[in-house]
């Protein structure tokens, strides 16, 4: 093996000498590479190669030289290591708005320890901010990209008109977005087919005898917004039912605002389709309120289950989250871009309606 000219294969010199950093106190400082080299006497270039593992270093060196980087608890800088092989990192930027709201908040948790477990197998970090709405996206897209903080850029809670799509095509942003329509070939999309899960509520509602149903969804903007209502209003239109829409911002206390109304207004529904349980669940206690019994005065569904469902009082009929396997398909989705693999539309399915004690047929 060819050893390096400044790779003397001396014994190293202790980090105890003049040479050390001063790592505590008064005018402390972060050890650098030119540190722990003069501690270790070998040059830059060698304390590079031992710590990156590539040839032309004895493994005495090697040893000393991680041994001394050690001592001073010095690690390889992450910009410079990016500016040599890329950035290795997914970015995820959500609205305060959503997240702020509890269920789905809850459910953006699991949906990102999903994706970050896939992410995982590559050695990938999700790199994730919280901003106030989605003019503040699109500009941190651009300082993200611009400074090479990531690989892919993750997209949820897409909007029927949403500037973050145009910002990814413009700045050419390799993408893979959650739960749009048609986003054209240009990035990755991953779908959850919540169409065809409200359909099949509806159909159940009206198996029930239900001909005036209510729905109390997120902004009315959201992608899953319209295609949930969307087959809510293909299964009831089929049998001749009627939906009332009452879209709000997300949060529990905006849900049972818009029940409230719904339930006391001239003709209120026999039942009512809820976005997420914290909707459902701040139902229940409306429905309470108004002298309403659960279901034999009216019936609530949940979108989406979690155990708050199933220990409510009564527990709430549900269809089961898909936030897990959403997260699994999206980081599979992250890593067959990253490896120039065809653009994936990845579709998933939503599973059976759990049926509780939130629903019945319809009394009046």
Not at 24 to 50: F, L, Q
Not at 278 to 298: E, F, I, Q, S
Request: glycine content about 10%.
């Amino acid at each position: 093996m060819v050893t390096p000219a400044h790779d003397t294969g001396k014994e190293a010199v202790s980090p105890t000498t003049g040479a050390q950093p001063v790592l505590g106190g008064p005018g402390a400082r972060r050890p650098t590479i030119t540190d722990v080299a003069k501690a270790a006497g070998v040059s830059i270039a060698v304390v590079s190669y031992a710590l990156n593992g590539r040839p032309g270093v004895s493994a005495a060196t090697r040893e000393r030289v991680l041994r001394v980087a050690d001592e001073f608890g010095w690690r390889p800088s992450a910009a410079a290591r990016s500016m040599r092989s890329g950035p290795r990192a997914v970015g995820l930027v959500v609205d305060r708005a959503l997240t702020g709201a509890v269920g789905y908040g809850a459910h953006v948790l699991e949906f990102v320890v999903a994706l970050q477990d896939v992410l995982a197998t590559r050695g990938l970090a999700l790199v994730l901010q919280v901003v106030d709405d989605l003019p503040a996206a699109v500009a941190l897209y651009g300082e993200w990209w611009a400074e090479r903080r990531f690989d892919v850029m993750v997209v949820t809670d897409v909007r029927t008109e949403d500037p973050r799509l145009d910002a990814l095509r413009r700045l050419r942003i390799p993408a893979v977005v959650v739960g749009a329509g048609d986003v054209g070939g240009e990035v990755a999309n991953v779908r959850v087919e919540d169409e065809l899960a409200a359909e099949r509520v509806g159909r159940y509602l009206m198996e029930l005898g239900h001909r005036h149903v209510g729905t109390v969804t997120g902004p009315a903007s959201l992608h899953r917004t319209r295609s949930r209502t969307a087959g809510l209003e293909r299964a009831l239109d089929a049998g001749g039912a009627t939906l009332v829409h009452e879209p709000t911002g997300g949060s529990p206390e905006e849900a049972a605002a818009a029940c409230r109304r719904l339930l006391t207004g001239d003709r209120p529904p026999s039942a009512v389709v809820f976005d997420t349980d914290h909707m459902a669940v701040a139902a229940l206690d409306v429905a309470r309120r108004t002298g309403l019994a659960v279901p034999w005065d009216v019936s609530i569904v949940a979108m989406s289950d979690s155990p708050l469902c199933r220990l409510a009082t009564p527990s709430i009929t549900a269809l089961p989250s898909v936030q897990t396997d959403l997260g699994t398909a999206v980081g599979e989705a992250v890593l067959a871009v990253l490896d120039s693999q065809p653009l994936p539309v990845r579709h998933i399915e939503v599973g059976g309606l759990a049926v509780r004690g939130s629903t019945g047929p319809r009394s009046r």
